[in-house]
């Protein structure tokens, strides 16, 4: 089955320490990003992707850092950096191009303790 | 400013009823306008996409409209079910021509609970 898939659905931090996210898609898609999502907030673009070895900041990028060092994977990390780092998280992917559907995974909820 | 603007928040209905949702965008310039069904701590699940020329397109009980005029849709719900019971978020395609970069605008989305 071609699918996104994140891992782990949850996740536990301390204060202080980084921690990873894992995204990888199956569906051939070069385009990837990552969303946070906020109660009562729409989802907020944190990094994208259109292409291997490429990545540009979103609008809320500041205390995260991406890799796409393979088509298929995308992981998010958040660093101690980022002040209030406890969210539901989103990864996403879609043909590269315009008018293109994104197909979300089924998200990781970040809790800092 | 980008904005996709949603109505209303929340909202309970009775199994078997009806309901709609409004999603207003002022996106400049528009590619396109998606519905999505989100369950409660999972991801997003497209519905329906609406392009600028489409007025009206149906997905089982799901009917989008899109009057591109008044940059407004809505999502008409027919004979909920409990599994209706969901977020539903308006999102809007954005596409530069001229940089050839594109970007989603979500709406906050639109709580719903369908009681028995």
């Known amino acids: 089955d071609g699918g996104i898939t994140q891992s782990p659905k949850y996740l536990f931090r301390k204060e202080g320490q980084n921690v990873t996210l894992s995204c990888e898609q199956n569906l051939n898609h070069d385009a990837m990003y990552w969303y946070r999502q906020d109660p009562g907030q729409g989802l907020r673009l944190i990094y994208y992707?259109?292409?291997?070895?490429?990545?540009q900041k979103g609008d809320i990028a500041e205390g995260y850092s991406v890799s796409r060092e393979k088509k298929e994977s995308f992981p998010l990390t958040v660093t101690s950096a980022q002040k209030n780092p406890t969210a539901f998280y989103l990864c996403a992917s879609s043909i590269r191009g315009r008018d293109t559907e994104a197909f979300f995974g089924q998200g990781t909820r970040l809790t800092v303790v | 400013k980008n904005q996709v603007e949603q109505s209303p928040q929340s909202l309970i209905i009775l199994e078997g009823k009806n309901c709609t949702l409004q999603?207003?965008?002022?996106?400049?310039?528009?590619?396109?306008l998606r519905w999505y069904k989100q369950d409660t701590g999972r991801g997003p699940v497209s519905l329906t996409i609406m392009t600028f020329s489409e007025n009206t397109k149906s997905n089982g009980r799901y009917t989008a409209t899109l009057d591109a005029d008044t940059k407004q849709s809505s999502l008409h719900i027919t004979a909920s079910q409990l599994s209706d019971s969901a977020s539903y978020i308006c999102?809007?395609?954005?596409?530069?021509?001229?940089?050839?970069?594109?970007?989603?605008?979500f709406g906050t989305g639109t709580r719903l609970k369908v009681l028995a």
């Open positions: 999102v809007v395609s954005s596409t530069s021509y001229t940089s050839g970069t594109y970007k989603y605008i």
């Open positions: 999603c207003n965008y002022t996106v400049s310039p528009f590619s396109n």
């Open positions: 992707s259109q292409i291997v070895n490429d990545f």
